[in-house]
């Protein structure tokens, strides 16, 4: 069995199915509403866990009411939990999210990790005993410092999951061997996926790839560029499907090369949208 960290945000994840997002000043009626722990380091590390895996969640969750909601939730998928600020008692962020019926496309309002910020001293180095792969979402910049030293040293390799550029990101790029970036995705100057590409290999990063939704994933493995087509589908609800790729990709590129990880990954993450909610489509899958 490997082991993977996932550092990053954990949330509350309200989520509602509705015929649309309310307009101003309008209510709507959810035909269908689900809570899980959210954030993509979260769901990420849920996957990599049902996947056969063991996950370790290293985030801010403290001793408030909801953070006892979202470690009951992790509990259910056997994901241990290092809290980066165990005696915090604000409450984690709380994400809400309608997800439009017809399309399974989502409108989501949170407050992310810009209030709970841990410290990168605050990190143990044992945080890394027996860890095969380390995942960072970008929402804990101190602590991915840190964490990204300590595992250099170790030889254990990093995956950045890309959703959107932070400020912070590039003292943390040396440090990883694969990005896997959204089309959101834009470091400093960065305008299109050919100036992604050049910044990201400037920085040292071998492996690339920029997923773009329900068209093909856009790589450059070692020099080579190249695209990989995923399964086409009717989405029900693309909430989490990045995150869910990313937990997947962690787990396959421990067995698979670049590419096959990537295209194993994409299976995965599809058929993830054909169900309502983050945690659906491990019932049947």
């Not at 939730?73 to 056997?78: R, V």
């Not at 960072?136 to 595992?151: N, T, V, W």
């Not at 421990?254 to 194993?264: G, I, M």
Request: net charge negative; hydrophobic share 40%; aromatic share 8%.
């Amino acid at each position: 069995m490997k082991t993977g960290l996932f550092l990053g945000l954990a949330t509350l994840d309200l989520v509602y199915l509705a015929e649309s997002p309310p307009g101003e000043n309008q209510k709507v009626v959810a035909a269908d509403c689900t809570i899980a722990a959210g954030g993509p380091a979260t769901n990420a590390a849920v996957t990599f866990s049902y996947l056969g895996n063991a996950a370790v969640l290293a985030g801010v969750l403290g001793t408030h009411a909801i953070a006892q909601l979202i470690r009951a939730d992790l509990a259910e998928y056997n994901i241990r939990i290092i809290d980066l600020q165990p005696g915090r008692s604000h409450s984690p962020p709380v994400s809400s999210i309608i997800v439009t019926e017809a399309t399974g496309d989502r409108a989501v309002v949170s407050i992310n990790a810009t209030k709970s910020q841990a410290e990168g001293q605050a990190i143990n180095p044992d945080i890394l005993s027996s860890v095969n792969i380390i995942l960072f979402d970008g929402h804990q910049i101190a602590a991915s410092k840190e964490i990204a030293k300590l595992a250099n040293s170790k030889n254990i390799p990093i995956l950045l999951d890309g959703g959107s550029w932070k400020p912070g990101l590039e003292e943390i790029l040396p440090f990883v061997e694969w990005v896997i970036c959204s089309e959101n995705f834009h470091p400093p100057h960065c305008k299109n996926s050919e100036q992604v590409f050049a910044y990201l290999s400037a920085s040292g990063i071998p492996n690339i790839a920029i997923t773009r939704g329900e068209k093909s994933i856009l790589y450059l493995s070692h020099d080579r560029y190249g695209t990989i087509e995923i399964p086409q589908i009717q989405a029900k609800d693309t909430l989490g499907a990045g995150d869910i790729f990313h937990g997947a990709f962690s787990h396959y590129i421990l067995q698979k090369k670049f590419t096959n990880a990537l295209a194993a990954a994409a299976k995965i993450a599809s058929y993830s949208c054909k169900k309502f909610g983050t945690r659906a489509w491990m019932n049947d899958e």
